[in-house]
C-alpha cells in the first residue's frame, strides 16, 4: 500500500470518528433540552391555581391551617425572582387563573427556578394556610404554615425541561384601584403604569429599618391608600434611590398587616422613568 493510501485511509478514519462523536453530542443535547415536561414521578390530576384555592375554601374556615391529603398536581409559570435579595425564601408562581406563594427554606431560588420557567408542584401532604387574607403553600411549623425543609423541596417542586414565555405583568391603574381588584392578584406580577414616588430621591430603606414602605402617587401626586411599594434591608439595591419623575413600576403583589404591598424583585422594575415637563 502506497503511502499517499496510507494516509487518505487515515485521514477518513479520523473524519468517520469525529462525525459519530459530533452526532453523539448532538443527540445528548437534543435529549437534554427536551420539551417534554419532567412531572412529578407519581402525581393525581393537574388542576388549576384558582381550582386549588376554591378547594382551600371549602374545607377550611378563617386562618385554618390544611393538610393536604388529595393527590393534586398543580403547574405554574415562575415569576418571582430572589437574586437580589428582596424577596427570600419565597417562589411565586401563577397560571392563568391566579397565583400562589410557595414557601421554600432555601436562598437562591433563581438557580433552581428561573424567572419564566414552568414548574410543576406535587401538593399532598404539603400544607395550606393564610396569611392575612391570601394562600400560602408550605410545610407544618408549629401549627401554621411554614418553610417547606430545603431536602424536601425536590419531592415536591418539579421544574419543566425548557423556560416557557415570561408571564407579562397585570396592568393596574392606581387612580382606579380597588381592594377586590388587587385581592384577585395576591402573588401575581402586576405593574403599575404612570406613577410617581412621593419619596423620590430617597434610598428605598431608611437607615435602620428592616424594611421600608414607600408612597407610590399617581402622575399628580396623589397617593394610594390601598397599595405601597415595600422594601427589605437585605435587597441589594436598599440604598439605592428612588427615581424622580413619572414611569412604571412593576413588581408582586403581596400583602401583609392590612396592607397590599409591592415586591420589586429588582430594580429593572422600574421602567422608563423620566423628568416631568414643567
Known amino acids: 500500500m502506497s503511502r499517499k493510501t496510507t494516509i487518505s485511509t ?5 473524519i468517520f470518528i469525529l462525525s459519530v462523536l459530533l452526532t453523539g453530542c448532538k443527540k445528548k443535547n437534543q435529549k437534554e433540552i427536551s420539551t417534554t415536561p419532567i412531572l412529578p414521578p407519581t402525581h393525581g390530576p393537574v388542576i388549576t391555581l384558582d381550582s386549588l384555592k376554591h378547594w382551600y375554601y371549602m374545607n377550611c374556615g378563617p386562618n385554618d391551617t390544611l393538610r393536604i391529603t388529595n393527590d393534586f398536581t398543580i403547574e405554574g409559570i415562575v415569576v418571582s425572582n430572589d437574586k437580589s435579595g428582596n424577596i427570600y425564601k419565597t417562589l411565586y408562581i401563577q397560571d392563568s387563573t391566579g397565583g400562589i406563594t410557595l414557601l421554600l427554606d432555601q436562598v437562591n431560588l433563581f438557580n433552581l427556578f428561573p424567572p419564566g420557567h414552568k414548574v410543576f408542584v406535587k401538593c399532598k401532604d404539603l400544607y395550606f394556610g393564610t396569611d392575612g387574607s391570601f394562600i400560602k403553600l408550605g410545610s407544618l411549623f408549629y401549627g401554621h404554615v411554614g418553610m417547606i425543609p430545603s431536602d424536601k423541596i425536590q419531592s415536591h417542586v418539579y421544574p419543566d425541561g425548557l423556560p416557557d414565555q415570561p408571564f407579562q405583568p397585570k396592568r393596574l391603574v392606581l387612580d382606579s384601584l380597588t381592594s377586590t381588584e388587587l385581592h384577585l392578584e395576591i402573588a401575581t406580577l402586576v405593574s403599575l403604569p404612570g406613577v410617581k414616588f412621593w419619596n423620590a430621591g ?7 429599618d428592616v424594611n421600608t414602605h414607600r408612597y407610590i402617587t399617581d402622575s399628580s ?19 439605592s434611590l428612588l427615581p424622580s419623575g413619572i414611569g412604571t413600576v412593576q413588581g408582586i403583589l403581596s400583602f401583609y398587616d392590612g396592607k397590599y404591598e409591592l415586591l420589586v424583585r429588582d430594580t429593572t422594575d422600574l421602567i422608563n422613568f423620566h423628568a416631568v415637563n414643567k
Not at 202 to 208: D, H, L, Q, S, V
Not at 225 to 238: E, G
Open 10 to 14: 487515515f485521514s477518513f478514519t479520523i
Open 202 to 208: 430617597e434610598p428605598f430603606i431608611n437607615p435602620g
Open 221 to 239: 401626586g396623589n397617593y394610594s391608600h390601598l397599595i405601597i411599594l415595600n422594601t427589605y434591608q437585605r435587597a441589594n439595591f436598599s440604598a
